[in-house]
């Protein structure tokens, strides 16, 4: 059953359409896989083919069959707010601009393996029923997490501490929840405002995907 703000079932390419004309799409399922690379161009640069998509993508209140970004570079700002992703491809993605995540619910695996960003990374009241998946991620910009579950599993904790010392002055974690096998060992999680999830709240994670 689709959300109640979900008025109507549209294709990829036409949402692709809206985005290549700087539009926003909304409360609408995406039946599909949405794919951006009919939106990569080459741009020349000093010499260098700066080829990536140059439009902003923001999807408010959508639901989306599956959501691949794998192996494109992002020029502008990506935004999800309030969307329901059964699975999401974020593998080697780069982002120059902030990536936002708001809202939203992460139904099976996010593929965030390779990830890079140079812009701010913000995701605020988001739960992740599959596993996340940040290996070898590299994240240069602000990481700002807040009210983020992660019932599914996730490594993002691991790779984070491999280097805290250097970019923990960047990294903002506020009440968001763990697995206690993906929390590494002498992690100060009071501090970092991190808690390990218990079985009662990983079902009500689970729940949200109904």
């Not at 020349?44 to 959508?62: A, F, K, T």
């Amino acid at each position: 059953m689709l959300p109640m703000d979900v008025q109507r079932i549209v294709s990829p390419s036409q949402v692709l359409e809206r985005i290549s004309t700087g539009k926003s799409t909304q409360s609408v399922r995406v039946a599909g896989s949405l794919g951006v690379d009919p939106l990569v161009v080459s741009r020349w640069l000093c010499g260098e083919d700066m080829r990536g998509v140059y439009q902003p993508i923001i999807l408010r209140n959508c639901v989306l069959d599956e959501l691949d970004l794998e192996g494109c570079t992002f020029y502008e700002a990506v935004q999800l707010t309030g969307c329901r992703i059964a699975t999401a491809h974020f593998t080697k993605a780069y982002f120059y601009s902030v990536l936002l995540i708001e809202n939203c619910v992460f139904e099976g695996t996010f593929e965030g393996q390779r990830l890079q960003t140079d812009g701010g990374v913000i995701v605020h009241n988001t739960v992740f029923t599959g596993r996340a998946d940040f290996s070898e991620a590299d994240l240069r910009g602000e990481l700002d997490l807040v009210g983020v579950s992660f019932p599914g599993g996730t490594n993002l904790l691991y790779l984070l501490s491999s280097d805290w010392a250097s970019i923990g002055h960047k990294i903002r974690l506020s009440g968001c929840q763990f697995r206690v096998l993906d929390i590494p060992p002498k992690l100060e999680v009071d501090r970092l405002g991190i808690a390990p999830l218990g079985e009662s709240d990983a079902r009500s994670a689970e729940g949200q995907r109904g």
